[in-house]
């Protein structure tokens, strides 16, 4: 069975521009969340979605946003870019809500220059 | 406030001996915890979770330890392989939360001699 897939792998990107990734839960799974991971730290949870709608907002600028599709899909998108976005960004999907095993991709390397 | 922590960033075992990762969390209201492993260029990855109304739980090679009283974590990794070789993060969360949010500590790298 197909993990969670992420899209693109890699991405450069220079201030100011903006940029969406896109993430593909694991079959079945409703829940989809976002983590920012910066070199060397652990993940930084950004966002919730779970049938469609926000659950949760980190401490994250309004420059971030995300949705999630019917087939429960999700986007995330970051506007005017800053060189402090350069990170991996992580979705994890889980089958349900509360306290369920949140299964990660291997996420998107987002360069700024 | 919240945080998880980890008490050593670098731990090098010999290939075959019993691995010990500790974990302290600081939230009493965390009642769900996992350990994940991470290898280089890839997303982490679930080994094992705990619920705060169990104080030990046993999967394949891996054990994991909650001291609910002290707020500790550990995670038993027994004959240590190379594959074993990544860093391990333990994470919380809580059920009282509106949403699912996980809170990773910074992560123990865990070094395989031969």
């Known amino acids: 069975d197909a993990g969670v897939t992420q899209s693109p792998t890699h991405l450069i990107k220079t201030r100011g521009q903006h940029v969406t990734l896109r993430c593909s839960p694991i079959?079945?799974?409703?829940?989809v969340s976002w983590y920012q991971q910066v070199l060397g730290q652990g993940p930084q949870f950004i966002f919730q979605?779970?049938?469609?709608?926000?659950?949760g907002r980190g401490n994250f600028p309004d420059r971030f946003s995300a949705r999630q599709f019917p087939n429960y899909s999700s986007e995330l998108n970051v506007n005017a870019l800053l060189l402090g976005d350069s990170a991996l960004y992580l979705c994890?999907?889980?089958?349900?809500?509360?306290?369920?095993?949140?299964?990660f991709g291997d996420g998107t390397r987002l360069s700024i220059l | 406030g919240e945080s998880v922590g980890l008490h050593l960033p670098t731990l090098s075992v010999q290939e075959g001996d019993n691995s010990i990762i500790n974990c302290a969390y600081s939230n009493s209201a965390s009642d769900y915890f996992i350990w994940y492993k991470q290898e280089s260029g890839k997303g982490p990855q679930f080994i094992i979770d705990i619920r705060s109304n169990m104080d030990k739980r046993q999967g394949q090679r891996v054990t994991v330890l909650l001291n609910k009283t002290v707020k500790h974590l550990s995670l038993q990794i027994a004959a240590t392989q190379p594959g074993d070789s990544a860093v391990y993060f333990c994470a919380e969360t809580s059920s009282m939360n509106r949403d699912d949010k996980i809170i990773f500590g910074k992560g123990t790298r865990l070094h395989i001699l031969p």
């Open positions: 079959s079945g799974h409703k829940s």
């Open positions: 979605y779970y049938e469609k709608e926000e659950r």
């Open positions: 994890a999907s889980s089958s349900g809500f509360g306290n369920q095993p949140q299964h």
